[in-house]
């Protein structure tokens, strides 16, 4: 076995340093310390590999460790990288230096992929409009509408995030003019010390705004809802990458700081339910929105999940209706969307891609006659002018964006948000790693990058003969569904007309709508 072989030379290397020079103890103690390595390989029970292969099987456990580097630098070509490719986080940083973000000598793409998508450019073209539109979210029953941005910072949280990025983000968003979501982890100084726009949402442990127990404060969520720099509140009812499960913070995570934002006890493990303590049917859901609005001072109020059930959503609307209550907007989460950490099994198979989840929420509005009442946002791989267009044009009616924003503040893809090793400060509670993210330039870069975005979105847009995102449809994006077949996306999600569902429900959604009841969330 290899380890009699070192051992063997060791035992020579000491004889030789004894009787011929001093300098064998070199190689002695080299092959000491392989000797007493592989004897430790060959004791241990924890991995067979290495007691079938004492020494040789670390090589093993080296070069995973490695892998992933060498698999993003390597290997990946160009359009394959996973979750986001290498050609899109080119653009994110060049946009965010500032620098053209243009290729030579044409696309890499394979066109005629299955499954490829294509927006319609139109043989009449127009000029890009000078000035960059924004969305009005407010229904009828908001007093303090906001005008939100075509591209916004999505939802994360202080403590999943370092405060020096936190501070990056929302600097980035003050100077741009854009919002920035706060994540479910409450509302901390440096969400508000910059002074820029804020989305406040509320997850299921109602960080920031819940009492002794853990249940909803309404009183702390009115006094902290009231600052100006608060433009709108959200209830998170699920996260694309991980709908329907809870969460868990470890007590030696929760440090002061951290234990003063959300309003919980110094070093003590803290959980999030996976459900809300505050609604249990849709009408009590639709209801609970109307009382935030009202403790928020008429802000706009809304709330955001991961489509899983048709059903459930057309439950949702039931009982809007039958309440008279909208909520301003709705945020719909595609399974694609990303998050610090979550299981692989809900990662990969629990809940709907963005596509077909904003198709859902957007028909569903649109044929029970609420859709001119509700806005309608979007998350879950929002990172190119091209990205933005294709969504305006699926239906909604802004976009969020997280990882991007990431990106621009010096993300490298790393993956390692959940181990407080991000090596770019970015995703880590370390101060020293933090230290390494600059909070001045970092803003600038968010900033370039949300607008330059936001522009190269308007020229194409442009391109296509649109003045305005009201002006883009579902006729216009086109997807390849098969080798010899494209179809557009009004063709893949045929329409429905405004109330059509009240009328006389299409009969690929009569089942569904009969079924659908506002007092229960039947599957």
């Known amino acids: 076995m290899l380890w009699t072989v070192v051992a063997g030379c060791a035992v020579a290397a000491v004889a030789a340093a004894l009787l011929v020079s001093p300098w064998w103890w070199t190689a002695a103690a080299v092959c000491g310390a392989a000797c007493a390595a592989a004897a430790r390989d060959v004791l241990q029970r924890r991995h067979s590999i290495l007691r079938a292969y004492p020494v040789l099987g670390r090589l093993r456990f080296a070069m995973e460790a490695v892998r992933p580097e060498i698999q993003q630098y390597f290997v990946e070509r160009n359009v394959d990288g ?58 009828p029953d908001c007093s303090r509408p906001y005008a939100m941005a075509l591209l916004n910072v999505s939802a994360m949280s202080f403590g999943s995030l370092s405060a020096n990025a936190v501070l990056a983000l929302n600097t980035g968003a003050a100077r741009g003019g854009f919002a920035q979501d706060t994540g479910e982890g409450g509302l901390s100084e440096y969400h508000l010390r910059p002074g820029g726009d804020l989305v406040w949402e509320i997850g299921t442990g109602y960080f920031g705004c819940r009492d002794g127990d853990g249940a909803f404060d309404g009183a702390q969520f009115a006094e902290k809802a009231a600052d100006d720099r608060v433009k709108c509140v959200s209830l998170k009812l699920g996260q694309g ?12 995570k929760v440090t002061a700081e951290i234990a003063a934002v959300r309003g919980v006890p110094q070093g003590r493990t803290v959980l999030s339910p996976p459900y809300h303590r505050v609604f249990t049917t849709p009408r009590e859901l639709v209801l609970f929105i109307a009382r935030m ?3 928020a001072g008429g802000k706009p109020t809304g709330f955001k999940l991961c489509v899983g059930s048709r059903r459930q959503f057309l439950a949702v609307c039931k009982a809007m209706r039958a309440e008279g209550v909208t909520p301003d907007f709705i945020v719909v989460d595609g399974a694609e969307g990303g998050t610090g950490a979550a299981p692989l099994e809900f990662a990969d198979h629990v809940g709907l891609p963005l596509t077909d989840g904003l198709a859902t929420v957007h028909r569903a509005l649109v044929g029970t006659g609420l859709r001119d009442r509700i806005r309608i946002g979007v998350s879950g791989k929002v990172a190119t002018g091209s990205d933005l267009v294709k969504r305006l044009a699926q239906g909604a009616d802004y976009a969020n964006s997280a990882r991007a924003m990431m990106f621009a503040l010096g993300c490298i893809q790393a993956q390692r948000c959940h181990t407080n090793t991000c090596p770019v400060g970015v995703a880590t509670q370390d101060p020293r790693r933090a230290r390494a993210l600059d909070v001045g330039d970092k803003a600038l870069r968010v900033q370039r990058y949300q607008e330059a975005t936001v522009r190269s979105a308007l020229q194409i847009m442009a391109a296509m003969g649109v003045r305005d995102p009201s002006g883009l449809g579902p006729d216009m994006l086109l997807r390849r569904v098969d080798e010899h077949t494209v179809r557009s996306h009004a063709e893949l999600f045929p329409p429905l007309a405004p109330g059509e569902l009240l009328d006389g429900p299409p009969a690929a959604w009569a089942a569904d709508w009969l079924a659908a009841d506002p007092d229960r969330f039947t599957v």
């Open 293 to 295: 609005r009202e403790l």
């Open 241 to 252: 990458a991980k709908p329907g499960i809870g969460g868990v913070l470890p007590g030696p």
């Open 82 to 139: 996973r979750p986001f490719d290498r050609d899109t986080r080119t653009i994110v940083y060049q946009r965010a230096k500032g620098t053209d973000a243009e290729e030579p000598f044409g696309t890499e793409q394979d066109l005629y992929r299955s499954g490829r998508e294509y927006l319609v450019p139109s043989l009449a073209p127009c000029d890009v409009p000078d000035r960059v539109p924004t969305v009005e979210v407010g229904g």
